[in-house]
Every structure is written in C-alpha cells, then in structure tokens.
C-alpha cells in the first residue's frame, strides 16, 4: 500500500459551543477517490475548509506529504500540492476562458507578476493552456468570456483551471450541483480520467448516490461532526448504522 499523501489528525474546529467537525483523523492515498458523504449539516464542506485552509482549525493537524500545513494559509497549501475547485466568481468573469487559464498556468509557473514577457515565454504559456482546453473540452469557447459561459462549461472550467494548478490532491465539493443530465457526465468523466492517474489522490464531497457508486474507491461517512464509517463502497453502505443514519430516510445522502 502506498504512503498516504494527504493526512488529517484529530482535525476540530469549534463555533462557540458548537463542535463543527470533531477529532476527524483520515489517511489518503495517491490512486485513491475518497468520496465524503452525510446528512445535511454533517460537516463535510467544513472538513473541506479545514484541509484547504479557508477556516482555521481549532484543534488537529493536516499534514501533506509528512509537511505540517495546519497554519499554512490557503495559498500556502496550494503551493504544497492542495487543489480546490471553486465557483466562477473567483474567476476574471470578463477575460476569455483561454486568458483564465493562461493565468492560471502563469501563476504555476512563478510567471504571474511579471508584466513584460518575451513573445516566445507567450506563445509557450499559451500552448500549455490551450492543452488543458482541450483535455476538458472547451477548445471551441476559448474566446468567450468566462462570465456568458452556460453552468456546465462553467464546472468544466473550474476543472481546467485546478488541472493546470498541477495539484497532487484534488477537492471537488459537489461538482455537479446544478448542472443539467446532459452536463454532468462531462465533469464525471473528467474527474474519472484524474482519478486515473496514480500520482493524484482525489477527494469528493457528494450526495447523488449514482455518482457516489460511479467513482468512489473508497466513501468516508460523516455525521454530526465526527467520522462515522470508513471503508469500500459496498461495505460501508451495507453497515447497519449508515443506514440507520440517512439511507433509511432517503435514497440520496444529503
């Protein structure tokens, strides 16, 4: 078994009196698609957070590779191989989808305060991104600008962009919350074809159950705040107290 790339120790994080996510210990491993599951208000994005740095934890660790990021800030973390999908408003609405991600590689490449650049560095930065155009099927808006673009290109951009952020761990949460049926299988596939790749560990917030089965390798189930179960699709869905807590009362986990 492979060394875990991405581990969480006793992760808490407190709102007052209230215990958001509590002592959550989890190991994660390249080749690996981890998909988080619970009822509403379980904790899961807030798990999220605290692994990507935008809240700060109240007690625990987050290591990456060995590397304590626990008081790292979100930029930090990105730089030590922490990717996180975001929505398009964190995006330059106005720039085309091709200058989003040209940035984007820029940014990876330590080129992005650079005012002047030689044509040729352009031209290199410009074919990189077209690459990651084409790998998540935007090569024919590349000129649209990023704000116009119909809710499912918009996802796969977000994609583009965490891909050409060349990140060891990748964080969707929901991806495709909101996408037509006709949409959402083209962000599935891509996050199938990541998930291939065994250099990368993949983390997955979700509540459609045939997307769960689709692509998880392994589901981690969190309930008020704590971890529930742990462990292989099959098994962990057939254990009694999953079920007890959200399969019974709906086909989908919320």
Known sequence: MSHPSLVTQDLTIRFGGHVAVNAVSCEFRPGELTVIVGPNGAGKTTYFNLISGQLPASAGKVLKDGVDLTSMAP?????????????????????????????????????????????????????????????????????????????????????????????D????????????????????????????????????????????????????????GELLADGPPDEVMSSQIVRDVYLGKSSEVA
């Open 75 to 167: 930029s930090a973390r990105a730089h030590h191989g922490i990717g996180r999908a975001f929505q398009l408003t964190n995006l330059f609405p106005q720039l085309t989808v091709l200058e989003n991600i040209r940035l984007a590689v820029q940014a990876k490449s330590g080129d992005g305060r650079r005012l002047f650049r030689p044509a040729a560095r352009m031209t290199e930065l410009t074919a990189k991104a077209e690459r990651y155009l084409e790998a998540t099927r935007l090569q024919d808006v590349s000129h649209v600008a990023a704000a116009t673009l119909p809710h499912g290109d918009q996802r796969k951009l977000e994609v583009a962009l965490l891909m050409a952020m060349e990140p």
């Open 169 to 224: 761990i990748y964080m969707f949460d929901e991806p495709t919350a909101g996408m037509s049926l006709d949409h959402a299988p083209d962000v599935l596939d891509l996050i199938a074809e990541i998930k291939h790749d065994q250099s990368k560990t993949v983390l997955l917030v979700e509540h459609k159950m045939d997307v769960v089965r689709a692509l998880a390798d392994r589901i981690i189930v969190l309930h008020n």
